[in-house]
């Protein structure tokens, strides 16, 4: 596995997956179409708000200080629902 280094912190990577997550076409609804598989699925605003930022490749912390500015939650909040998300990207293989 690669590592690259975000800023705010670093997300372990897999070059492959971080590709396919660059190449995911995101509408401001949330759906997510993966043109190389076919692969479609919903987000929430929340997990929106995350894809996006890591698509600009943000690290961890600079992910929970979106959330924290966009949404009315704690920091400690924030950084659950990223870890949750990142742990769900990686099962799905997006990272």
Same mark, same amino acid.
């Given at each position: @596995?690669? @590592?690259?280094?975000?800023?705010?912190?670093?997300?372990?990577?897999?070059?492959?997956?971080?590709?396919?997550?660059?190449?995911?076409?995101?509408?401001?609804?949330?759906?997510? /179409?993966?043109?190389?598989?076919?692969?479609? /699925?919903?987000?929430?605003?929340?997990?929106?708000?995350?894809?996006?930022?890591?698509?600009?490749?943000?690290?961890?912390?600079?992910?929970?200080?979106?959330?924290?500015?966009?949404?009315?939650?704690?920091?400690?909040?924030?950084?659950?629902?990223?870890?949750?998300?990142?742990?769900?990207?990686?099962?799905?293989?997006?990272?």
């Amino acid at each position: @596995m690669d @590592m690259e280094t975000r800023s705010g912190g670093s997300i372990p990577m897999r070059s492959g997956p971080m590709q396919r997550l660059r190449r995911l076409a995101l509408n401001p609804d949330g759906f997510a /179409f993966d043109p190389t598989t076919g692969e479609s /699925f919903t987000v929430n605003p929340t997990g929106l708000v995350l894809l996006e930022g890591l698509r600009e490749e943000d690290g961890t912390e600079a992910l929970v200080a979106r959330l924290v500015e966009r949404f009315d939650v704690s920091t400690e909040e924030a950084s659950r629902d990223v870890d949750d998300f990142l742990e769900h990207l990686r099962t799905i293989r997006l990272l």
